[in-house]
């Protein structure tokens, strides 16, 4: 058993693919140059750079026009989001209850500069609906956002009957721009509404390191123009300055190539087969387990219902009477690493997400996340069960 089988924590970051990286590092070294220089070094890097940008372009079935190299997930974020400060008067911003830190924690920095905005509370279940996302929408709405998976509880939410139900309520009039972070959705669900010719989501954000690349490399996917706040040298056609990172656009290409779930990846398409029913059988066997629970609760309660709208990456659940934390640190001195909950709010003790769902008190001070990948296996999940039910043993729920 590999230290990787035994790690759980994939929603925080993938353990690096070194074939992937080390390939990306030969390129990086090869062409060395400045990929906006002009002489033959800088030519050389920048054919390197848009042949990255083609391959993930490919990998995404979208036009190699739209994609844009970023520092990462965050970024991707920041940069359609601060794009609206742009404009000639403020406006109003809507996002779901259950958003990442990087645009919810953003949005309070767009409240400070004068602009609303607007929380649209997800459902017991971490779901949030369309209709609710429409009826939050004004003449003023500049801005929509709805993460296509959440990083804590996995909710697959429905973004392309959002983003029509945001198009139909705006009914010919100027549309909001509607953005989707893809961060935890790439590699782990197809990405069909993405790309498409008659799609009406304008932007997405993706991250190597959440897929086996480096840390520091993501991609914001543009099919509508934005004029970026932040300014600088130009690079990104304007929309991302800064000297390029040749070595991370490689390895973002190489990742989406290889792990994007697709028609294109048959392996991956089987690959995701194999996690449901394992994820099946894990959120049984955890069940088994006095008092635990499954986050939200219907996962479990009403399994068949809601068997396609969670991601089977990630399994949110709680152990009454074991904080979090400590079940963290236990399971750490068996050998297997878990969070619980976000690694970007690691240090405090806010959890956002499942407040919006409501969760009682106890349940959620002994909330934790466990997150799969690609190196997971059947065994190693199973060794985790036996682990937990050891902890729980310990502190009288088995």
């Known amino acids: 058993m590999t230290e990787k089988e035994h790690y759980f924590d994939w929603a925080a970051t993938a353990p690096a693919d070194e074939n992937i990286q080390k390939e990306a590092l030969s390129t990086a070294l090869e062409y060395w140059g400045n990929p906006s220089s002009i002489h033959h070094a800088g030519c050389d890097a920048r054919e390197a750079l848009e042949k990255a940008r083609k391959s993930c372009a490919e990998s995404l079935g979208v036009s190699e026009k739209t994609i844009f190299f970023t520092s990462g997930g965050t970024e991707s974020d920041h940069i359609p989001l601060l794009s609206m400060l742009t404009r000639p008067q403020k406006g109003h911003v809507v996002l779901s209850s259950i958003e990442h830190p990087a645009l919810r924690e953003m949005a309070k920095s767009m409240q400070a500069c004068g602009w609303s905005v607007s929380s649209v509370q997800a459902d017991k279940n971490g779901f949030v609906s369309p209709e609710a996302i429409a009826e939050a929408i004004r003449p003023d709405t500049a801005f929509v956002s709805v993460m296509a998976v959440n990083n804590e509880t996995g909710a697959i939410q429905d973004v392309k009957s959002i983003a029509d139900a945001v198009e139909k309520k705006c009914q010919g009039k100027r549309q909001p721009f509607f953005h989707v972070d893809c961060v935890q959705a790439a590699g782990k669900i197809p990405l069909d509404f993405i790309g498409s010719k008659t799609s009406n989501i304008h932007g997405a954000a993706f991250s190597a390191h959440k897929i086996g690349g480096p840390r520091g490399v993501g991609i914001l996917y543009l099919n509508k123009d934005i004029t970026s706040f932040l300014r600088g040298g130009g690079q990104e056609k304007g929309v991302r300055s800064g000297t390029e990172n040749l070595f991370g656009a490689t390895a973002m290409s190489l990742c989406l190539k290889k792990y994007l ?85 690691s240090q405090s003790k806010a959890r956002p997400v499942l407040d919006s769902l409501h969760i009682s008190a106890a349940e959620k001070e002994a909330a934790v996340r466990f997150s799969f990948g690609f190196a997971t296996t059947k065994e190693g999940m199973e060794d985790l069960v036996k682990a937990v039910k050891e902890v729980c043993k310990d502190f009288g729920l088995c």
């Open 261 to 345: 779930i697709s028609e294109k990846n048959p392996s991956s398409i089987e690959r995701f087969k194999k996690q449901k029913e394992w994820t099946k059988e894990f959120i049984g066997q955890i069940m088994q387990i006095k008092g635990a629970s499954i986050i939200p609760h219907c996962r479990f309660e009403n399994a068949d219902e809601f068997a396609e709208k969670f991601s089977p990456w990630i399994v949110q659940a709680s152990f009454p009477g074991i904080p979090g934390q400590v079940m963290e640190r236990a399971l750490s001195q068996k050998g297997f690493c878990i969070s619980t909950g976000s690694a970007c709010s």
